[in-house]
């Protein structure tokens, strides 16, 4: 794992195709180190959620190369490496796991991530959720809670007021207001550098199975009405 989290850190303070190119042999290594990584996850994930069965690494990664048409940021490179494994591949629309390492350092990229969900519905998606949460006697928040203590929910963007057609006030208020319903969990670089990382993901993934199969039940829904 080291090798990646170095990479990516040289990546980071050398930004640009030049530098790259001239380092594209340690680029392949690492990628195919992380490549090798999510296959063994997805393996040890489908133990316990069989829709995973059958997806490489492949279905599942992403592209090293920005997409910087509409950004302020021109940087050509991700400085990170991350995974959505779910069932039927990342294109699906269905939600997943997300496996994600970067350079170590704090917050969105560099942060290392183990996240379960989504945090972009479609707002058909969106209103089946909070009806469900409303109507479900608190099976949500039960949920929520049965994950392990180091999952957070996902709070950014959050809505100021309950979405229209809900009451104000409710005992499920931040619930209702969530417009990423997504369990993340930041690990140390010791978490991921030590030996059986992926059998180890996979064990706090699994804390997080029924909130991912709440969130897949809706989209799953919304998909039988179009």
Known sequence: MNEIIDFLKDLQANNNREWF???KARYVAAANRFNAIVDELIQEIARYDSTVTGLTAKDCTYRI?????????KSPYKTHMGAFICRGGKKSGYS?????????GEGYPYAHMLAAGDYCFDPKVLQVLRE?????????????KEAQPTFDLDREGALK??????E??????DYLRLKAFCLIHTPS??????????????????SAQPF???VNRAIEYVKSEM
């Open 21 to 23: 190119m001239a380092n």
């Open 65 to 73: 190369y920005r997409d910087v048409r509409f950004s302020a940021d």
């Open 96 to 104: 997943g796991y997300y496996f994600h390492i970067g350079t170590g």
């Open 132 to 144: 469900d949460i409303v109507g479900g006697g608190g099976d949500f928040d039960a949920i929520v």
């Open 161 to 166: 007021r309950n979405p229209k057609g809900f």
């Open 168 to 173: 104000q006030e409710t005992l499920y208020t």
């Open 189 to 206: 670089n010791d978490f991921v550098c030590a030996d059986g990382l992926p059998q180890r993901a996979a064990i706090l993934f699994q």
């Open 212 to 214: 991912l199969n709440y």
